[in-house]
């Protein structure tokens, strides 16, 4: 099953401390999505791209948070100088958008747990 | 400004039970709503897409409907079993500003079937 995964699955880090993810999407998708679900909340939008292009970024991106996505295949999430309040559920999710966004469905990984000390 | 309603935010059944899980959505413009179960500690997993277009839509137990008019979707899951236990989440697609949408989640509701 070549479903989308995620690198690590679980991150623990000091404060001020950088920390990269990784996301492979699933292989003929077009569109990765990042998403960032803290307990007892639904997930986040954060950022998405289209093959390699960065089309929309969140206001909760802020100038610490990067993302890339070089040969429209893997993306990385990095995070600089992470804070207590960066500890989620970080996920991301691959979807093929074909005409419309009418009947596009998101797959999404297992996540990575992310915990600041 | 899209939001995303799920009551109730927690439910108890007994196995063999049918029951509804409800979503609100305050913004009609959507593309799409997807049901989506999350495991505790894991990832989602898509259960059920409505197009905008489409009033429901099935996958062996579980019915899921939408009302666009009135902001309205239903889960159905018909026969609980205790596997079922989980929470479930809505999303909608929605568009305004030229943006090309992304999912607005609600808060999920968390389901335990009892044996």
């Known amino acids: 099953d070549t479903g989308v995964s995620q690198d690590p699955r679980h991150k623990i880090t000091k404060r001020g401390q950088n920390v990269t993810f990784r996301c492979d999407p699933i292989s003929e998708h077009n569109r990765l999505y990042w998403y960032r679900q803290t307990l007892g909340q639904g997930p986040e939008f954060l950022t998405y791209f289209q093959n390699e292009a960065q089309l929309e970024k969140s206001r909760l991106l802020s100038d610490r948070f990067s993302a890339e996505r070089p040969k429209g295949s893997f993306s990385t999430l990095e995070i600089q100088r992470t804070e207590q309040g960066d500890s989620a559920m970080y996920l991301c999710?691959?979807?093929?958008?074909?005409?419309?966004?009418?009947?596009?469905?998101?797959?999404f990984g297992s996540g990575t747990q992310l915990s600041v000390l | 400004k899209q939001e995303v309603t799920q009551i109730p935010a927690a439910l108890s059944v007994p196995e063999g039970e049918n029951l509804v899980l409800n979503c609100s959505f305050t913004?009609?413009?959507?593309?799409?709503l997807q049901w989506f179960r999350q495991d505790p500690g894991k990832g989602l997993t898509s259960l059920l897409l409505i197009q905008s277009s489409q009033r429901e839509q099935t996958s062996g137990r579980l019915n899921a409907s939408l009302d666009k008019s009135s902001g309205r979707s239903t889960l159905y899951i018909a026969a609980s079993q205790p596997g079922d236990s989980a929470t479930y989440l809505c999303a909608v697609r929605h568009y305004y500003g030229g943006s090309q949408g992304n999912l607005i989640f609600g808060k999920g509701t968390k389901l335990s079937v009892k044996p």
């Open positions: 913004d009609s413009a959507i593309y799409n």
């Open positions: 999710a691959s979807s093929l958008r074909q005409a419309s966004s009418t009947n596009e469905k998101l797959f």
